[in-house]
């Protein structure tokens, strides 16, 4: 039986459109198909009717990195406006310049400290476990317990609704620590927006394939596999196995966008809110990071706030975004359903979702265009096999 498409690409976010773009430029006949309404899955963006600004529908993001070629490529989709990411922590009804820097210090303590000083008063700060049991301790032992109480315990306990001392030590903590006054959130060289969004970059990376849009692929797999000699899969892993060996944790991220009047402006593009006067994370002011012409009318603010996903729920609604939750308990059943998908012949597997990991940006595209590389290969020998 002859098979319409050599490719078939299940989600149309970054992840699956860098696939297709590299895949439609080495001539084969690809197809995309997505659940929800639109493309860009997690990077979805739109302009707002009311005000004009460039909004982020799952929450603020900003292209940035160290990689010149990951930069080239993704210019060539798109106009990037310059930007320098800045954002800042409140606590308390105070704001202070994230990550931790020199200045953020002297403001919190209410210190006169110098750049040479940082690592003394540091050490008269930190814990003293020597072998921390949890995530409070090991947060504790890198910047000790006031900063830990202010700028580290309420927010992570709303990112992962549990309180850091019943987190595992072994997850990753991500606090710097400055000796200068440098507030760039980010230290790369490459930074930007897209002028138009990313909704349109991902759509001009899509050209040359075909779409289909509000399409289940995990409701006929079987169908879909007929018309193709291979598959990309960048959906939720326990989904596309039925979740036989039960769900994976996940925690749900939403985003609410407001028209505000121009007196709501934040003293920065993304205030987190380190405190626990709300449970929102954080807070995006996209009169700031949008690249629209803002001429100081209303504004659109978005708050973002994290929930827990009933394991008792099989669906994955449309605008759902997931973030993926690696407790220890998670790795025995992450590890069966990554041995399933290595028996899946003619299937790859791969992104944020599939690989059930957290990833940047940057991340996502430089994956993607090695993942192309061995995708083509593949499908050109009838061969498609990917070992997650």
Partial sequence: MTRPYDLIIVGAGLYGAVIAQQAVGCGLRVLVIEKRDHVAGYCYSFPDAQTGLIVHRHGAHIFHTKQKYIWDYVN?????VPYVHRVRARIGGITYPLPINLSTLRDFFGVSLE??????????QRGTFREPQNFEEKAVNLVGWKLYEGFVRNYSAKQWGVAPKDLPSTMKLQIDVRPSTDDRYFGDRYQGVPVDGYTPMIQRMLTGADLEL?????QEPHRWQKLTKGLVYTGPLDRYFNFRHGPLKWREITHELKVCSPASKLESPVVNINDDSSDCTRIADYSQLSASSHTGGPIVLGWERLTSVNDNERAYVENRVLKPVRFDEEEERLVKYQR???REHHVY?????ADYRLYDMEHVVALALKAARSIVSQTSSGTLNHRV
């Fill in 76 to 80: 060539r989709f798109a106009q990037f």
């Fill in 115 to 124: 750049a040479n000083e940082v690592d003394h008063f540091l050490s008269l």
């Fill in 214 to 218: 509000g399409v289940d692929f995990c």
């Fill in 340 to 342: 399933d998908a290595s």
């Fill in 349 to 353: 597997f791969g992104g944020r979702m």
